[in-house]
Nanobody
Framework: QVQLVESGGGLVQAGGSLRLSCSAS????????MGWFRQAPGKEREFVGC????????YYADSVKGRFTISRDNAKNTVYLLMNTLKPEDTAVYYC????????????????WGKGTLVTVSS
């Protein structure tokens, strides 16, 4: 089993930055590709981006490309989501997810999820 715990959410003004962290409690962290998803109030959960096992490859949704950056530190079993130039429409609960599928991964293969952290962007 993989347990994921997100942190770093909070309130930020539009144009600001925030970095989320996701800590994984699994010995084989490097065998998982990691992803970030988000769910805004009243909307379905959407894909934000993902990173390969050793962090060499990343893929982002068009809505965040150029503003968000995913990275990982396999020595710390942690994946990060750096969010720059935040917009009010980025307000959502952000979830970390893991998949054992090989890269490039399909979005529907993420089967381990954290409980999420709330990001609120004020205008």
């Amino acid at each position: 089993q993989v347990q994921l715990v997100e942190s770093g959410g909070g309130l930020v003004q539009a144009g600001g930055s925030l970095r989320l962290s996701c800590s994984a409690s699994v010995r084989t962290f490097i065998t998982f590709a990691m992803g970030w998803f988000r769910q805004a109030p009243g909307k379905e959960r959407e894909f934000v981006g993902c990173i390969s096992r050793i962090g060499r490859s990343t893929y982002y949704a068009d809505s965040v490309k150029g503003r968000f950056t995913i990275s990982r530190d396999n020595a710390k079993n942690t994946v990060y989501l750096l969010m720059n130039t935040l917009k009010p429409e980025d307000t959502a609960v952000y979830y970390c997810a893991a998949t054992a599928a090989t890269w490039p991964v399909r979005i529907d293969t993420f089967d381990y999820w954290g409980k999420g952290t709330l990001v609120t962007v004020s205008s």
